[in-house]
């Protein structure tokens, strides 16, 4: 029985001591590598896109949109809006975030880095205090997705918008 018991109990610490800290896990460089889901505005965007003139008949569209040419227009919005989609995407791949063991962190997105604060809110959600940079002081949080030692996955949320971005730690 003893035996057993002190079994258990090495076993138990063994799986403890295994575990990742979840400081130590998200400490080091992340280097963004795509985003998993579209923004909820390019969603919504896209949609209206969709749906542009699909209603209405000549004098609808003309009184509407002042044009009768609604095809010209939905082609004209789709490249903005591809446009918009694609500079985002490069946003992402040019974004680091190198989380050091004492709760900074160092931002850069291609040309300009910032630093900030970090610190788990719990074990779900992360929390930045920017210390520099035109939004020194302010204060965002992201859900913690996915932390593994390789993937790092951050749902950002912002009013009504919302992006979930993957990082892993080689740029790939």
Known sequence: MRIIVTSILLLSLFVVSCKHDKKQMISGRWYGAHIKELDSMFKSSQHDIDTLGGNGNAATNLELYQTTNVDSLRHGLQLMHDSAEQLQAMAVHNTTFDFFTDSMVAISFGFRSDTSKWHFINDKQLEMTELTGEGKGSKIQMDVVTLTD???????????????VTFGRDKK
């Open 150 to 164: 390789d993937v790092l996955t951050l749902k950002f949320e912002m009013e009504e918008s919302f992006s979930t």
